[in-house]
């Protein structure tokens, strides 16, 4: 493994690349470190911990921040996170399939997926200042138990220089995710939330062994080792499981033509056209989980209001609490669902590729060139995304039924045993491939290749 570091920095494109990632990270990190300054951090501290203890709206802060690459235990420059642009994402890529300007938008190839992206920044600013300024309006009231912001800055001018502030942190971390993009290894958003994600695991494993530590390991306790050995098997099934259904492929026998050049002929070859069981990556989580966020917050921020409303109690508890179970579940496998099949649809073109197979000279054996290979293909897919989006629903359901069926933190769960380890170990894999890409084009060896190969 030292010998493969040593030629992944004695490379010097590679090298600027990986150093240029790890800069930008540092600077993500450091903004966490940078607090509002007109709130009472020391209150706002206490307010959030007992929030922790609440079966509402403080898993639904921990949920946000898992996935939104931040912090919400502080008040900092960067306490909305990536959030708001993962939702101006979502929104764009769901009106590229409904609203005719952007569906041509993205067929016009990179020229048009730039005016996307430029369009997806307007709308993350619109988000932000709408998010940030409902946050700031919220710990200066009273829906906390108290005003979190200092007297003397209680006012509505205090009010909109911190919503420029945390909107101008969160286009930040935007521009530190497309520099990554272009500069950097591996995809810029997927780093920050894995980055976060790995940031808060030590916290989550030390709330997990605290009784552990303080009483010792005994059966049938919050610690004992009928809890935690379950754990560790199941977060090495999960690793394991993720690595295996990510580089699991579907191979398309492919026969090239036989064609005669001079004296010679070429062709008839025999070779695999791979395609990935889980087309989607880490996306539909996300994308399900953001979504999943709205009810969560509402009818938190609802229950909160009218306490004594029956109905919105149950519904806080069926979004956002202990009360989470089958219509919860229902609603987040039905969207893994439905987001594997959008973003495949988006990702993996059948007619484009039977057109390629075709101006190649190679094809399907069994079935015609053109349209015939494109109804095998997007059939092949339709089946194997199927699979892959059975997998990743399984993995996200994880955390609500070992929270609710061994009485654990669904903040330690989803770290261990769900939808954070999901990411990060697919996110690892993908910066793992990136690497290996540069590897391969200077006929070095990848880094999970053997030394004899």
Same mark, same amino acid.
């Given at each position: ?6 030629t992944i920095?004695a ?6 690349k990986?150093?240029i990632t ?10 966490? &470190?940078i607090?509002?300054?007109f709130?009472? *951090?020391v209150?706002?501290l206490?307010t959030?911990k007992?929030? !922790? ?8 802060m *921990?949920?946000v921040a ?5 912090e919400?235990?502080?008040a900092?420059?960067f306490g909305l #996170?990536i959030?708001?642009y993962i &939702?101006?994402?979502?929104?764009? *890529? ?8 952007l569906?041509?938008l993205?067929?016009? #190839?990179?020229?048009?997926r730039k005016?996307?992206?430029?369009y997806?920044r307007?709308?993350t600013?619109? @988000?932000c200042?709408?998010? +940030? ?9 009273r829906?906390?138990? !108290? ?11 205090f009010?909109? $220089? ?12 935007m521009?530190i995710?497309e520099?990554?993009?272009?500069y950097g290894v591996?995809n810029?958003? +997927?780093?920050l939330?894995?980055?976060?994600i790995l940031?808060?695991?030590p %916290?989550?494993g030390f709330?997990?062994l605290?009784p552990a530590?303080k ?9 004992g080792i009928?809890k935690l /050995?379950?754990?560790?098997v199941?977060?090495v ?7 295996a259904?990510?580089?699991?492929q579907?191979?398309?026998? @492919? !026969? ?11 062709g ?7 395609l990935? $069981?889980?087309?989607a990556?880490?996306m539909?989580?996300?994308f399900?989980?953001s979504?999943?966020?709205?009810p ?7 229950? !909160? ?7 919105l109690v149950?519904l806080?508890?069926v979004f956002?609490g &202990?009360g ?6 229902l ?9 594997c099949?959008?973003w495949? +649809?988006i990702?993996?073109n059948?007619k484009d ?5 075709k101006?190649?000279?190679s094809?399907?054996?069994g ?5 015939h290979t494109?109804?095998?293909l997007d059939q ?7 699979v892959?989006?059975?997998?990743l629903?399984?993995?996200a ?7 609710a %069926?061994?009485?654990i933190?669904? $903040?330690?769960? &989803?770290?261990?045993? %769900?939808t954070? /380890?999901?990411? $990060?170990? +697919?996110?690892?894999?993908d910066?793992?491939?990136k690497i290996d890409?540069h590897?391969v084009?200077?006929?070095?060896p %990848? ?5 004899e190969k």
């Amino acid at each position: 493994m030292l010998s493969r570091l040593r030629t992944i920095f004695a490379i010097p494109e590679l090298r600027q690349k990986i150093l240029i990632t790890l800069i930008l990270l540092a600077v993500y990190r450091m903004g966490f &470190s940078i607090p509002l300054p007109f709130i009472d *951090q020391v209150q706002f501290l206490d307010t959030f911990k007992k929030l !922790q203890q609440q079966q509402g709206i403080g898993q639904v802060m *921990q949920a946000v921040a898992l996935l939104s690459a931040s912090e919400l235990g502080n008040a900092t420059i960067f306490g909305l #996170g990536i959030m708001p642009y993962i &939702s101006a994402s979502i929104i764009f *890529q769901l009106m590229g399939q409904v609203y005719p300007p952007l569906e041509q938008l993205q067929k016009e #190839g990179e020229a048009g997926r730039k005016k996307i992206n430029e369009y997806t920044r307007y709308a993350t600013v619109l @988000i932000c200042l709408g998010q +940030s300024f409902f946050w700031i309006k919220m710990l200066g009231g009273r829906s906390l138990g !108290q005003g979190l912001i200092l007297a003397d800055y209680n006012s509505w001018f205090f009010y909109f $220089v911190a919503t420029i502030t945390m909107t101008a942190g969160t286009l930040l971390l935007m521009w530190i995710g497309e520099q990554i993009d272009e500069y950097g290894v591996g995809n810029g958003i +997927s780093l920050l939330i894995m980055a976060g994600i790995l940031a808060q695991m030590p %916290g989550a494993g030390f709330e997990l062994l605290r009784p552990a530590l303080k009483d010792g390991i005994a059966l049938g306790t919050s610690a004992g080792i009928d809890k935690l /050995l379950p754990l560790a098997v199941l977060f090495v099934a999960v690793v394991l499981g993720v690595i295996a259904i990510t580089e699991a492929q579907r191979r398309i026998q @492919i !026969q090239s033509a036989k064609h005669v050049r001079g004296r010679r002929v070429l062709g008839g070859q025999t070779q695999f056209l791979p395609l990935r $069981v889980n087309q989607a990556g880490v996306m539909p989580i996300i994308f399900a989980s953001s979504l999943l966020m709205f009810p969560m917050f509402f009818f938190s921020w609802m229950q !909160q209001t009218f306490p004594n409303s029956a109905i919105l109690v149950t519904l806080a508890g069926v979004f956002g609490g &202990s009360g989470r179970g089958v219509v919860y579940n229902l609603l987040y496998i039905a969207l893994i669902y439905f987001f594997c099949y959008f973003w495949t +649809s988006i990702t993996f073109n059948p007619k484009d590729m039977a057109e390629n197979l075709k101006d190649y000279g190679s094809f399907v054996p069994g079935y015609r060139p053109g349209t015939h290979t494109e109804r095998y293909l997007d059939q092949v897919m339709v089946r194997i995304t199927y699979v892959g989006a059975g997998f990743l629903a399984v993995i996200a359901i994880i955390p609500t039924v070992i929270a609710a %069926g061994m009485d654990i933190s669904p $903040v330690v769960a &989803s770290f261990y045993g %769900g939808t954070g /380890l999901l990411i $990060v170990v +697919s996110v690892a894999l993908d910066l793992v491939q990136k690497i290996d890409s540069h590897l391969v084009m200077r006929n070095k060896p %990848g880094m999970l290749e053997s030394e004899e190969k």
